[in-house]
């Protein structure tokens, strides 16, 4: 029963890890079966997360906690409706992905936001940085996605400040919660800002696409779901 009990997260937790090397392979490569296999891979990663999260935290949260919890769950939710949506190629299918992911990370900062602590004892440094990617990362990117389509300028801006605010959340929290729960935490939003500001580099600043750059961003990308779920699953 004990073993059973240990598998139960394990299991999908390896199968997320083991989906998320694939498909960040997968990514920097230009082959025509490359591309096919990623339209398995990549709608599988959030499915395998969600499953370990979930058996993780069978037991329930704990007191205080069920907002972080439920609010993970559903970022994790609308982050697979922008893995799959940003399979499509075209500005349809970019903003489909871009609305999927502000959903994802309006979920994460309401689900941090939950737990904060008091203003003494948020991280001064993170919330800083938080700050500098806003003004500097969000406007050079919204610049370059308007210079190639006018459409883009709005919605790239908007993400890039909900992308700001949720790191800038991961800096807030409760110092009641264990410290490595929130050092966990704090690491996965940071690969997260990493692998879409990246992407959008990749995307508006580059007359060709760096199959290296491809492979980085769904490696970070992974990483950081990944250490949000820990994270989370560690202070619920």
Do not use: N
């Amino acid at each position: 029963m004990r073993l059973r009990r240990a598998l139960t997260p394990l299991l999908p937790a390896a199968a997320y890890a083991a989906l998320s090397v694939a498909d960040s392979i997968a990514a920097g490569r230009r082959s025509t079966s490359a591309r096919r296999l990623r339209h398995v891979l990549k709608p599988a990663l959030m499915p395998a997360l969600t499953t370990a999260f979930l058996a993780g935290t069978r037991e329930g949260p704990r007191p205080g906690t069920r907002v972080l919890h439920t609010g993970t769950a559903v970022g994790q939710a609308f982050s697979w409706g922008g893995d799959v949506a940003l399979l499509g190629s075209g500005q349809r299918a970019f903003l489909t992905g871009v609305g999927s992911f502000f959903g994802a990370h309006v979920a994460y900062v309401g689900a941090f936001l939950s737990v904060r602590g008091a203003p003494a004892d948020h991280d001064t440094a993170g919330l800083k940085a938080a700050l500098a990617v806003w003004l500097t990362a969000g406007p050079v990117l919204s610049h370059a996605a308007g210079r190639k389509d006018p459409a883009l300028r709005v919605p790239v801006a908007a993400y890039a400040t909900i992308l700001s605010g949720m790191f800038a959340t991961s800096c807030m929290l409760d110092p009641a919660l264990p410290a490595r729960a929130r050092r966990t935490m704090k690491a996965g939003t940071a690969l997260f800002v990493i692998s879409d500001t990246v992407l959008a580099a990749q995307m508006f600043l580059r007359d060709e696409p760096s199959p290296f750059l491809e492979s980085l961003v769904m490696t970070t990308y992974t990483a950081g779901q990944g250490l949000i779920a820990a994270g989370v699953a560690q202070a619920t």
